[in-house]
């Protein structure tokens, strides 16, 4: 099993910017792809960014410019530095790992961003 543990969410002004984290424990494989996904209230949830192993990354249209996505292997850690921020970010933020074997979703944290 693995498990995904997000950080670094919170409230931020229309304008403001944030970093969330996400680590990652357990029977972890390599190669493997690390993303953000979002749901926002009343809205399926959608894809932000990902990145492989070879920091190969790839990002939604609605945050290309704005958010980065990165990763440190040695710690199985993915983050994302997110500027900018717009109303239209508000959502929870989930990261997903996904591996040989299948995906794997953290819990979630919570972004809200003020207009």
């Known amino acids: 099993q693995v498990q995904l543990v997000e950080s670094g969410g919170g409230l931020v002004q229309a304008g403001g910017s944030l970093k969330l984290s996400c680590s990652a424990s357990?029977?972890?494989?390599?190669?493997?792809?690390m993303a953000w996904y979002r749901q926002a209230p009343g809205n399926q949830r959608e894809f932000v960014a990902s990145i492989s192993s070879d920091s190969f990354a790839d990002y939604a249209g609605s945050v290309k410019g704005r958010f980065t996505i990165s990763r440190d292997n040695a710690k199985n850690t993915v983050y994302m530095h997110m500027t900018s921020l717009k109303p239209e970010d508000t959502a929870v933020y989930y990261c997903?790992?996904?591996?040989?074997?299948?995906?794997?979703w953290g819990q979630g944290t919570q972004v809200t961003v003020s207009s």
């Open positions: 357990g029977r972890i494989n390599s190669p493997n792809d």
């Open positions: 997903v790992l996904t591996q040989w074997g299948g995906d794997y």
